[in-house]
């Protein structure tokens, strides 16, 4: 028998993975997903993400500041920021770090809309993973006689709702991010 919650749960993971990859796309507008994920080398070569070094701030629409919770490691950070190679010059300012957001040309949009669409065919796959283990899953309880060919058929029908469900999640959610990508 098919266990919706658990597909649902399954698939509800790839939604979650593509909202996090997609957030480092550049829109135009500064968003601390553009930096969360950035790796730096602290504490004689431990490597952490931003986000678990300090806190994340968007003063405006083209500016984002890091304030590390360990004055020690403000310079680490820095070089961390400039070596990720983000399109962004980190200042430091005192006890913050300062990025300014360059403004995107047409062409750089263009470039993000279609890493968008690659990201976006990525999780498409992996929902299809998911509907493809579920499948035969399905196929093998119908072989042993485990299910009926009516609930198989049920099931089957079932699945493709459930898939098509979250299929159009993620359109919608690529949809919103390009339009924030193409500024409208």
Same mark, same amino acid.
């Given at each position: ?9 399954? =698939? ?12 480092? &796309? ?12 950035? &790796? ?5 070569? !431990? !490597? ?14 083209? /500016?984002?500041?890091? /304030? ?5 490691? &403000? ?15 980190? %200042?430091?300012?005192? *006890?913050? &770090?300062? =990025? ?9 949009? #263009? ?9 976006? +065919? ?16 399905? *196929? ?5 006689? %485990?299910?009926?060919?009516? #609930?198989?058929?049920?099931? #089957? ?7 098509? +469900?979250?299929? #159009? ?8 991010? +390009? !339009? +924030?990508?193409?500024?409208?």
């Amino acid at each position: 028998m098919l266990d919706g919650q658990a597909i649902r749960a399954h =698939m509800a993971k790839v939604l979650d993975i593509f909202a996090v990859d997609i957030a480092s &796309i550049r829109t135009g507008r500064a968003s601390s997903g553009l930096i969360e994920n950035v &790796i730096v080398q602290v504490y004689e070569g !431990k !490597k952490m993400r931003l986000l678990e070094l300090g806190s994340i701030g968007v003063p405006d629409a083209r /500016t984002l500041t890091f /304030t590390p919770w360990d004055q020690s490691i &403000i310079k680490e950070v820095k070089n961390g920021i400039a070596v990720a190679n983000l399109g962004m010059n980190p %200042e430091v300012d005192g *006890q913050i &770090i300062r =990025m300014s957001l360059p403004v995107l040309t047409v062409e750089q949009r #263009e470039e993000y809309v279609k890493l968008l669409g690659r990201k976006l +065919e990525g999780a498409r796959g992996l929902l299809r993973n998911v509907r493809t283990e579920e499948r035969r899953a399905l *196929q093998e309880a119908k072989q042993k006689k %485990e299910v009926s060919e009516n #609930e198989f058929a049920m099931d #089957e029908k079932n699945l493709q709702m459930i898939t098509d +469900e979250f299929m #159009e999640k993620l359109s919608e959610m690529a949809e919103k991010k +390009e !339009k +924030e990508v193409r500024g409208e």
